[in-house]
């Protein structure tokens, strides 16, 4: 296979009992205790991952619970997660810590103390996943009669970011001597007061945390809309993206690393990591055996209500046999429903067809196989620069992630593709990505 | 003395270097790592604290460093506490964990999860201390020209706290059968949709994440205002409150305790905790010796800056060695000024003396003598019901901690005040609070 420089990235995404929607009924699935999810990432470092990832978002997924009942588990509960990961960097020493928190529910100043503060608890390996938020659900939380239309989203996420990140940078490294003989504290040449107004946000700061470990947390994103991908461009580290096949990747990841010149940004500034979800047997009977015995466990209600949640339509009325019906616009994920759609018609699905292929990747990429396959896939997509890394996502939970560890770990290792040991502490390190100067130093700096 | 059935209650308050103004410039004080805030904490389990309590607000006293440069530290820089206390739940076994949250600028809904994933992840520890947040300079970081009135505050507050409080019973305790072979993950009779439509806000719910082991975290609130003691009387368990003098402390514990009836509420239901700052040495004059050694250590601007900040008035132009002036009304903290004024009119004291009178406890209960001294103020008001227990705010840390925790804890022992096992695991059993029902169980169960 052709040669690429450096080694994959590698997350591992977090989903209560495995993603795979059915994966909580399955007889090894674990429940969703503390202890469970300190053994997740406990696991996850002692395989020298970058960094664990949560989802998030601030609601239940009440349109699911009209279609699926009491049955389907996914969105109802879960630990937040700035909080979750706070204890998390406990119980860790190593890897990132990455959670999702929306720039559509949270206010930015409170949203940046908290990313810092974890940033200093965890001696540097936090990540902040900014989402929109595209659950009209969650809006009803949050004194909404309706959700943002995408655009408005958008466009507040892109001013939140730039207050975020501007609030980041209110304290340089060395602002605080505290010199006690002196009685000086602080440096007030080094305090930076953002006095940020623009159309959804004013914000004076300064923000009262010190500048973090990694000057500040890694910024992910997970839009692959238009404005997402220009957004995500702009600011965003990490993209965490969802793509069938190597040919829409391979367009992703060029379109994507050709966007950050127009913002003075270096390709390796951004890291693009899609989701997969692997099954990994010794042989591929193995792995496909245990493929099928996750998606036995999904009854048709959970299939749709997943489906519909994905398409941003209710598909409850239509034959279960039949083709994909033509649906109307959405205001939700845009990108969600344009992968899900393309893959129907390009397969000819039908509904049912259609929600057991999404059933155990939530619309990424499935792929069942021997360690060897597994390895061979994901070796193809980094190499042809469809993906920097992976966003690996366990159908079940520990098994699929134990599986994966074993398995396909040693083998990318074989094939110099992964890390053996930690080559740094922070979650940058890990990434390789730089640890960002402070803006308002640098401009003093070029200003003498 | 006369005899009161029970034991104290005690709480460990920190702020970094010890709640002195100046403590930060002493030899002996530690600055703010995470392992100081660890030791901090476990140091107070291992005396059975009841909880450890921190503090806050979102922002920078700008006001503060107007006033006094860069030589005033407190509330300059801190750990998000949110996110500090979930780390902290990891590091300890059995204290509770206090944080403090505005209503004024969070939405119920976020804060309502993060105190809920806090008590899950501490096993049942958690507390909330509800603020309404008097500073201006907040104000300026949440897209706000000015700080809301003191009254609408209030208003925002008590509704904010129906909300929160309503969101805390989404789910029934035994709402998640998790049945695997029926595919039954919960239970749709046992979910609580909250629908609030108020004048501040309109939140559906429900909650994302089951009820707590508490039933609800704790509800904590300091504001000693009228509309500060009402708002406590119908929704606190806690009151973290400030008095000066032996009468004033029976006043305000009667005033509190009889507002409770109007409510369905037991006088038991609600504990009051003056703050207490205490100067430990094994003579009366070590002791002094002690708490001199911090006073000489505050500057003028300084001392200035703090009393500005407690009087919400600019105190910089007036003579250092004359009387305090009329003051204009103040929007931001009433009791704190009331209770700041009042010392000094009572004391005739000069604007100099002032500052130095409050630069140890900030307007709380300052204590100064051997662990008998000390022990026999708390045992007063304990007895004649002025407090429930106290809220020891340590003028130096770590050295006024270990003071009282090595002299007077086992003095409150010896007199049978205080407790030398936890009783029980949860912050609840700590406090002798009984766990909450579900109000929509409740409401049930009462129309069956």
Do not use: C
Request: no cysteine; proline share 6%; hydrophobic share 40%.
């Amino acid at each position: 296979m052709a040669k690429r420089e450096g080694q994959l990235r590698l997350g591992a995404f977090y989903h209560e009992g495995g993603h795979h929607v059915a994966a909580w009924r399955h007889a090894g699935a674990a429940s969703e205790g503390l202890q469970d999810l300190i053994d997740f990432a406990r696991k996850a470092e002692a395989a020298k991952f970058d960094a664990v990832f949560f989802a998030d978002g601030p609601g239940v997924r009440l349109r699911n619970l009209a279609v699926a009942s009491a049955k389907a588990h996914s969105g109802v509960r879960a630990f937040e997660p700035v909080t979750l990961l706070a204890a998390l960097a406990l119980a860790t020493d190593r890897i990132g810590l990455v959670a999702t928190a929306s720039s559509s529910f949270n206010e930015p100043y409170n949203l940046a103390r908290q990313f810092a503060s974890l940033d200093h608890i965890s001696g540097g390996r936090a990540g902040w996943n900014l989402v929109t938020t595209n659950d009209q659900d969650a809006a009803f939380n949050f004194n909404h009669g309706a959700q943002l239309p995408h655009a408005q989203r958008y466009q507040r996420a892109a001013e939140f970011a730039d207050v975020v990140l501007g609030l980041w940078d209110s304290w340089e490294d060395d602002a605080f001597p505290r010199d006690r003989e002196a009685g000086r504290y602080f440096d007030p040449a080094k305090l930076h007061v953002l006095d940020h107004k623009g159309p959804h946000f004013q914000v004076l700061g300064p923000l009262n945390i010190p500048r973090t470990p990694q000057g500040h947390p890694v910024v992910v994103q997970a839009g692959s809309s238009e404005p997402g991908k220009e957004l995500a461009a702009r600011t965003a580290e990490v993209i965490f993206t969802a793509q069938q096949t190597l040919e829409e990747a391979i367009d992703f990841y060029a379109d994507v690393k050709a966007r950050l010149a127009r913002y003075g940004r270096a390709r390796d500034d951004l890291k693009i990591l899609p989701g997969v979800s692997p099954v990994v047997g010794r042989t591929r009977a193995e792995a496909r055996a245990k493929f099928e015995a996750l998606q036995e466990l999904i009854t048709p209600e959970v299939g749709l209500g997943l489906l519909s949640d994905h398409l941003g339509a209710d598909l409850s009325g239509y034959p279960l046999d039949g083709p994909i019906p033509d649906l109307p616009p959405t205001n939700g994920g845009k990108s969600r429903q344009t992968l899900v759609v393309d893959l129907a018609l390009r397969e000819k699905l039908t509904v049912r067809e259609l929600y057991l292929r999404i059933a155990g990747a939530r619309g990424h990429w499935q792929l069942v196989g021997t360690p060897a396959d597994i390895a061979d896939q994901l070796e193809e997509r980094f190499v042809h620069y469809g993906a920097d890394g992976f966003n690996v996502m366990p159908p079940l939970l520990p098994g699929s992630l134990d599986d994966f560890i074993e398995l396909v770990v040693p083998e990318l290792r074989r094939r110099g593709l992964f890390r053996s040991e930690y080559e740094g502490d922070t979650l940058r390190d890990h990434l390789g990505l730089r640890r960002p100067e402070n803006r308002f130093a640098r401009r003093i700096a070029a200003a003498e």
